[in-house]
């Protein structure tokens, strides 16, 4: 069993950073592979970033923008976002599952309760 638990959502202004934690709880949580997602009202979850061994990815539209990282030693993973926009106005959830990330909300066994991320332009 993992427990997550995100922080670091918040309100700024377009252009600006946010930096999102997911700090995870339970036995061998640092050999989880993690992604984030993310919900905009009336829209379905997409995937943001993922990260495992030592491979990441990105969605297209945060790619050069938003960097995943993790720290195992804390058990956290981290979502550095730049140069934000009004579109990536949504809740954020990380989530984790055995072996590799994928790109599939449905192939997570864990979640976190989410994050809300608010981009004023």
């Known amino acids: 069993q993992v427990q997550l638990v995100e922080s670091g959502g918040g309100l700024v202004q377009a252009g600006g950073s946010l930096r999102l934690s997911c700090a995870a709880s339970g036995r061998t949580a640092s050999s989880y592979a993690m992604g984030w997602f993310r919900q905009a009202p009336g829209k379905e979850r997409e995937f943001v970033a993922g990260i495992s061994g030592n491979g990441y990815n990105y969605t297209d539209s945060v790619r050069g923008r938003f960097t995943i990282s993790r720290d195992n030693a804390k058990n956290t993973v981290y979502l550095q976002m730049n140069s934000l926009r009004p579109e990536d106005t949504a809740v954020y959830y990380c989530?984790?599952?055995?072996?590799?990330?994928?790109?599939?909300?449905?192939?997570?066994?864990?979640w976190g309760q989410g994050t809300q991320v608010t981009v004023s332009s």
């Open positions: 989530a984790a599952r055995l072996f590799a990330f994928t790109y599939s909300s449905g192939d997570y066994y864990y």
